[in-house]
């Protein structure tokens, strides 16, 4: 299974992938290219270092359908990819139709909550400041509602008396390096 990974920032998820491919347990999925919507992201150097082809894609370029980063992840100047999965690790842009028809039913997303609560930006600081005892990290299939998609795959941390949203958040993603890389090694066939 071809794996293209999109993100937006450091890539600890994308680092977690990786790792887990080098180590054999991401089943029969390979990472063939990663994409960034950020031309400074910290997440490109993780393509050199695993020997993954990885490129930032100017959103503002693409046409209004997002057609263009759609094409672009299918056949990158880098390599060609034609990927049986998109996998979103910390990409922060809502994706647009063009893109989710493109694609259509072969796009994940990891979300920092246990869906359907806290969907949107900042779950782990919503589920903190709304007082729940458990959160934490989600799977999902993408489809046009944000956080909205199948879920696929959950797992739990309880938010300790002692927690602040800094040491919360380390914890749920502790979490989400071990769930996502799972979650794409049985979507592989492992």
Do not use: W, Y
């Not at 990786?18 to 393509?47: N, S, Y």
């Not at 997303?109 to 400041?129: T, Y």
């Not at 005892?133 to 795959?153: Q, S």
């Amino acid at each position: 299974m071809r794996v293209v990974l999109l993100g937006s920032g450091r890539g600890s998820n994308a680092e977690a992938i990786l790792k887990a491919q080098g180590e054999g347990r991401l089943g029969r999925a390979q990472v063939v290219a990663i994409f960034t919507d950020k031309p400074d992201a910290p997440m490109l150097a993780l393509g050199p270092r695993f020997g993954v082809p990885a490129q930032f894609v100017d959103p503002r370029r693409s046409r209004p359908s997002s057609r263009a980063p759609a094409r672009s992840a299918t056949s990158p100047p880098s390599a060609p990819c034609a990927p049986d999965l998109v996998v979103l690790a910390g990409f922060m842009r809502v994706l647009k139709p063009g893109f989710l028809d493109a694609f259509a039913g072969r796009i994940i997303n990891l979300h920092p909550s246990l869906l359907p609560s806290f969907p949107g930006l900042d779950g782990i600081g919503q589920a903190f400041r709304h007082g729940v005892k458990i959160t934490g990290c989600t799977v999902h299939e993408v489809n046009a509602a944000v956080d909205g998609g199948r879920i696929l795959d959950q797992e739990a941390v309880r938010i300790e008396e002692a927690d602040t949203v800094e040491t919360l958040a380390a914890r749920i993603h502790v979490a989400e390096h071990r769930l996502l890389p799972a979650v794409i090694a049985r979507l592989s066939g492992a």
